[in-house]
């Protein structure tokens, strides 16, 4: 198994297949990727080739719990 660390380019992650969500609309969406480990990849689109982030699952599903308890909606005001 490969072994990836925060800041790789994505052209360097083989055989992933890049989610986007739906809503996304003008090339301004995050996109992410299950890694064969288990971990999730996450990507600028507009950046396809550039850098991503590596995240385990945990971090995912709590990075995900505070976004569906609107705990990051100040982001956006």
């Keep these: 198994m490969q072994r990836l660390e925060n800041g790789p380019g ?10 986007k969500s739906r809503r996304s609309g003008n090339g301004n969406c995050v996109e992410v990727a299950r890694l064969s480990g288990g971990e999730v990849a996450v990507r600028n689109s507009r950046f396809p080739d550039g850098p991503i982030l590596i995240y385990t699952r945990e971090e995912i599903a709590a990075f995900l719990g505070g976004v569906k308890d609107g705990e990051f909606d100040f982001t956006l005001s």
């Design 10 to 19: 994505a052209g360097g992650i083989e055989e992933v297949r890049w989610y």
